[in-house]
């Protein structure tokens, strides 16, 4: 059986490209040009939703519970569903680019130097970051904030509204940064990967073969990003492999949720990645599997989802029907333990 980033399934397929996707409050969410707007509890089927717009939605987040869109026109939607979305006054007319949440803060950033943020996605406030700076992404993790600024240069900030110039451990422009396992990683124009605790000192790793990378998202001990291609993971940002099935024109936006990856980029395509964890099973302790007759398939559990919580082999079986029911015979033994079902492609 192969690497499970190895294996991607298409999801999705519409006419808007899709800017953006996170996961929050047990639900991916999705958005795209024209008010595209999609919802998933599993990443497996999508269901559009009524943003009340048709501008371009460019990016998204989840914090506290309420999701954040941000897009054109200085557009702001909340939600605490992902089905029933607010508009939000931003006070600004630019397009807004970023969206993310870190310290109990929603930060967005835009065109124009459009630098805002907010407590609960409802009331936003403009900041200045005292410097020129790219707004095309925003990396929140070890209770920071960073934006790129010039070459070789980044802008760090504990509240949103401080902000400082730290080095960014590369002499050319950054394509993008994510956060993962305690770690900033970043890959910049030349394509090389660096990593980070601190978002100031920068170690220098391999390259990854894609254009232009997009975000990048952690999750299951592996940093992922996508870009003009096919998707790339690592499991310490610094050496990447190509997955020989995660074609997609172009990804925008990748992000983890419920155990699983998903990939969201032009064309409206959505991909996802093997296996999908469905951590509330048809009754506790089961799983129902969909797959081919005849094919092989690999139960594995863990506890949680914290970092360091690996998944242990189960079982392993031939699948026989279509759904196939297969009940954990230590069920009552763990109450919450959580599985999924991996079958190869």
């Not at 931003?90 to 310290?103: C, I």
């Not at 943020?117 to 409802?122: A, L, M, P, R």
Request: charged letters at 10%; hydrophobic letters at 35%.
């Amino acid at each position: 059986m192969g690497h499970p980033l190895d294996t991607w399934h298409v999801r999705h397929s519409g006419s808007d490209t899709l800017n953006g996707v996170t996961y929050g409050a047990g639900l991916f969410v999705a958005v795209g040009g024209n008010g595209t707007l999609l919802t998933s509890p599993t990443g497996e089927s999508w269901a559009p939703q009524n943003a009340g717009t048709n501008a371009s939605l460019n990016d998204v987040t989840c914090g506290n519970g309420t999701f954040v869109v941000v897009g054109a026109n200085g557009l702001i939607l909340t939600s605490s569903n992902g089905t029933n979305w607010t508009v939000e006054g931003s006070g600004v007319g630019s397009r807004l680019l970023s969206v993310a949440f870190q310290n109990g803060l929603f930060v967005t950033t835009g065109e124009s130097g459009a630098l805002m943020t907010s407590k609960d996605g409802h009331a936003w406030a403009s900041r200045a970051a005292g410097a020129s700076f790219s707004p095309w992404f925003i990396a929140s993790g070890n209770g920071l904030l960073l934006l790129e600024s010039t070459a070789g240069t980044n802008l760090l900030s504990a509240d949103g509204t401080n902000w400082f110039a730290r080095p960014s451990g590369s002499d050319t422009g950054l394509y993008t940064v994510g956060f993962g396992s305690g770690r900033f990683v970043s890959i910049d124009i030349r394509n090389r990967a660096y990593i980070s605790a601190d978002g100031s000192n920068w170690v220098a790793g391999g390259a990854v073969t894609l254009v232009r990378p997009s975000e990048i998202a952690y999750g299951n001990g592996h940093f992922v990003t996508g870009g003009g291609g096919s998707l790339e993971y690592s499991p310490s940002g610094m050496d990447w492999t190509v997955s020989p099935t995660g074609y997609l024109y172009v990804t925008w936006d990748v992000a983890f949720g419920n155990g699983t990856f998903v990939a969201v980029g032009s064309g409206g395509m959505i991909k996802q990645s093997d296996p999908v964890v469905r951590l509330q099973a048809s009754e506790p302790g089961s799983l129902d599997i969909s797959g081919p007759s005849g094919a092989g398939c690999i139960i594995q559990s863990r506890d949680t989802l914290m970092p360091g919580d690996d998944w242990i082999t189960l079982t392993n079986f031939t699948l026989m029907s279509n759904p196939h029911r297969w009940t954990d015979p230590e069920r009552s033994q763990h109450g919450s333990r959580l599985y999924r079902a991996a079958i190869p492609q």
